[in-house]
């Protein structure tokens, strides 16, 4: 593995580099989840980790999320730097306890004396076609607990590079990976342990006449609908959120104050998600700037359909490029 | 001063692989025409099964998991549960679904995405399935409480995979089973992995059935590709149940015949080698033989079960392939008993974008 | 007991009568949890039910949280309607997994077969000087998943109506009891059996000049600083918001239209908190009546300390009269 | 064709109620240094104890879990665990924390409402008290994993009381301890009460040290009343854990004296004459009556003991008032390595608020 090696990778793929590249460079970096290892885990993002690390470091547990997430808490107490996957976000809940209640508190309990370094990595969100629970987008329960930090990247160059910072930060982060662009595109991603800032929103395109604002899976048909924007005249800067807590509130209130308009884009239900958050802050701290009200595009306050009526759930191009129609009429 | 305590789970087996009597068989199998029942049920399983894997391999169907393997123990379980039982099944319990009422449409509708596969109008105290892991068994005990607590003579089956078994919800249902005498008797499917883990990493015990002691349950293995050992042990278990004695532990031994399911391959962590030994165990094929050996089966009966079989799994499949979507306002519709005036306008904004279909 | 009795009762007394009426009135209903039968409750909100109704239908459970929240759900779908009680809102986290996957998720995804009349007592909140995790109040995670009711009553009569409503609601609602405010004022109520509706904010205080919206405890504060803001000339609107989600969003709405100014207030953190859902929605509903962006007057988004320093984390009295100063300014 | 597996768990006992060896006792007896010196630790103990609730009594302190009938116990591990082993207690293992090293006026600052009451500085590894009930045990598994890791001779022992031995947590977590065959022993404190809960109610199991056997550990039983009991088996378990055998399921019996805490109220829920035989078997006495038959103690010697453990309670108490809150700043100084910048204003709030105390 040479530091200068650039590969065209999935954001899936990308993840795995990440995690080779540091488990190389920091043995204390263990991984540890369900299917990790000798299967390289369900989306193959831990492939080949266990041959080049051993069963000591890339280690299959019993099926017991909780479990899962609090030998994490004691590993880190140990100065290991445990990176632990769930399977899928929709079983991250029965780890809930361990997260909310110890990985997140640990530091302050403590004043100081354990912390943990701790890295719970989860793909979420739908459309993947997958089977009641394998389509959750609750990343606002996680983003309203103080001690936790919430990364969500959206390519695979952002992937490499918040994973990194994230295994590397010393407090715990939870690392949710969006499955429906584990593979759409491919990146050239340069393999040198370069990581990315945690705590920044990164604007992906400038604009003047509205800012849209996203993360996750979210980012594709928010780019798709900047493009469409920019056919009919309007200039829309994009922004990916990927750290949504804690927030990056200025660069989104810089932007506001240049576009005087916001569009949240997320997949997550409406009722109390991030969007929520940010509207909020935005109304509060841009209501000067503020040409129309901060408009959400979510999904609904509903669980996720089967997958026969899943898409009409997901937000699509065209409710982004309404919503910015409707903003920019007032 | 010493004291000891003694504790022990047995295990019981009675056809060998080839469907020969062990031993002497249990009272169960003077009952042919249970037994030609339970055979039938379980070919018409593994028809089902492999039509549904067709399917989704065509894109017909979602993500699907395979019953090979868990034909026998399924079958048990409905033969063995009385109609106002409740069954708290997992996912891979196909078998014993048709049995309990379940229809193979209702099953496809599930599979290929449609929330009306869990309706079960024949079977409606049964709890749907649950996809996260072991959280059943937390159901089953609230099941076995609500009978408990009304006094009635009903009893509760919940299913567990091995991998279950680690999970928490598992170890601390047994626990309530065993401290409020409840009439839940658990069926552990013990098919030797959980994906692509592998029994022995879930657990550093020797069996599966001896965590009932952990709960002060008894707990006894049976082998779950032998007919007449599931449904002895579930017919006792159940009859202890009914009659107030408490619940227990079963774990009935067997392989995971296919892939986890159709998203898996499991020639990635398994060998062909095990598959293959595992396939010289299978069930259907040993209760074949015992019947036709104790002269109550025959080729022709197998030919014509086979096309029957066939028949019912297509006519179910074409009724699947014609019902036709929810309309998208069904993902509110039924969220609360009324809607509450917070959705309405969500569901006036779904109602007008997929009217005509979009 | 008869239908005309009236007492003078706490909000924890009134709980315990609630509780007693509904299962004098419905043999369905049991109640669960660590501690409620023989000990009547930690907090004596279940005290004397065991004597009148029964070990089988006021029981002791083994203690296991998640056991409590999914032997409710076995249960509720057999007809019965149990309503668990949660020790302390911080041990609720353990029974996330089966609120979240199954209790707000049965009646969807059986169609309307079964569904879960289960009522999650959980007193909630600091300010009582108790040890770590005896303090928090993370409604906010409760309100974002759909198929959830989230109720929080603030006075004795509340207390009353709403879990009489919460109990017959044929479908899961958390119940949050404010346990600062358990026993600090008593208030006569009548033992009739009549719920009052979900759903619904209750207006406290009628004002023109700013809307106050809050819940739980820090009612008693709002109120207060309502009474000095009324000697500084500042007519306040109180709402008390009781049913977190689903949000009646009407009521909110209304009182802004007229009053042109909010203030939210509540003890949860703020990041993430019910707090942001409303300022997003005002903000959004009532982008043209607003003078003057929608406060937050919160909890710090960090942990609750321990009790030496839990009332300098705690919303003041001087901090909601100087936040509404900041908007009357404007 | 039957098959039987077989399981037991052993329980030892050494001094009966008065002190009265029942037995041969075990090696360790012959060490008096350590027994003396086990002896004053359970003292000062419950001396602390005393004091502690007073404070919290007269508003000096908050609610407080008295340690009374746990003092055996936790001398006991606090000697078996070499320093570098790793203790993750739960939060009546006062008298394990001070042979730890975690000082009495720690302990009175964490009651007393303040954090720093767990910076530990001369047991650093240790982990803190964790409140919510069983918990930790998931954390011991984590230390032990990491142990197991890097190939290090050290163990962990890990607390729990009876009422969390029905957690999920700590079933999910010995699973983990057998099947990764990790050092880690658990000590379960099983005292009869889970607040108002009885032991009969937590579980159907006999005992409580058969949980074990789901996990494929050792499980064996101590009267925890009996320091050569619990210090017997303790040590042998350590040793079995540094020699990296894994690890195993201790249950001492004994029973709670005090209240479940000074919020609690325990006449509401049991009889004065159950409180008055467990006295009866009271640990602290026993081992006083045998080292006084043994010729090593004397009533002198108990009254300079009583002296000194009072007086070093006093200055620890002194000092614990003497210390002045943290400034509320810190409440947000503490929750990441470095304050995000999303939290500089709240800060600057805080400080600007409580400039001076507010
Ligand atoms: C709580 C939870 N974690 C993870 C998963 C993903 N998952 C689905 S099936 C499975 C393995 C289950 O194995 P086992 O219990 O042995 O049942 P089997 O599939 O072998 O029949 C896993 C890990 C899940 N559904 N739920
Ligand atoms: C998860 C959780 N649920 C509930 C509580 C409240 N609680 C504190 S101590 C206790 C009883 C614990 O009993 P046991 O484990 O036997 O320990 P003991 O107090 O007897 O030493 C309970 C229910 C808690 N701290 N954590
Ligand atoms: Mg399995
Ligand atoms: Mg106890």
Redesign the interface.
Known sequence: MSSAEVRDVTLVEAVNMALAWEMAHDENVVLLGEDIATNGGVFRATVGLKELFGFKRVMDTPLAENLIAGTAVGMATQGLKPVAEFQFMGFIYAGMEQIVSHAARMRNRTRGRLHCPIVYRAPFGGGIHAPEHHSESTEALFAHIPGLRVVIPSSPQRAYGLLLAAIRDPDPVVFLEPKRIYRAVTQSVENNGEALPLDTCFTLREGDDVTLITWGACVMETLQAADKLAEQGVSAEVIDVASVSPLDRETLLCSVAKTGRAVIIHEACRNGGVGAEIAASIAEGAFLDLQAPVVRVTGYDTIMPYYRNEMAYLPTVGDIVEAVEQVIAL | ??????????????LDDHGKP??DLPAQAEDTERTLAAYRNMVLTRTFDAKAIALQRTGKC??YPSVLGHEVIGTAIGQSLAKTD?F?PYYRDQAAHILRGASLVEMLLY??????G???KNC??D??I??????Q?????????????RGEERAVVCCVGD??T????F???I??A????LPVVFMVINNQW????PRG???????I???A?????PGH?VDGNDYFSVIEALDAALERAHAGKGGMVIEAVTYRLGDHTT??DAT??RSAEDLKKAWEKDGIKRLQNYLHDAGLWDPDKEKALQAECKQTVEKAVEEYLATE??P?T???D????NL????RA?RER?AA??RGG?
């Open positions: 001063m010493k004291q000891r305590f003694e504790f022990h789970v047995d295990s019981t087996r009675y062990l031993d979602g993500t409740v708290v599979w290929g995405g449609d929330e009306r869990s309706a079960w409606p105290e709890l749907p649950a996809v996260p892991i072991a959280t068994c937390c159901h089953a005990v609230g099941v076995g409480s609500a009978i408990r607590i991998g279950g680690s999970k928490g919800d170890l601390e249902s626990n309530l065993g401290a409020w005498h959980a994906i692509s883990t990493i879930q657990t550093g015990a020797e069996t059935a001896q965590k002691i952990s709960a002060g349950l293995i998203a898996d990635r962590y979507a929810e998208p069904a993902m509110v039924y969220l609360f008993e509450p005036v917070s959705l969500q779904l974008k997929y979009e």
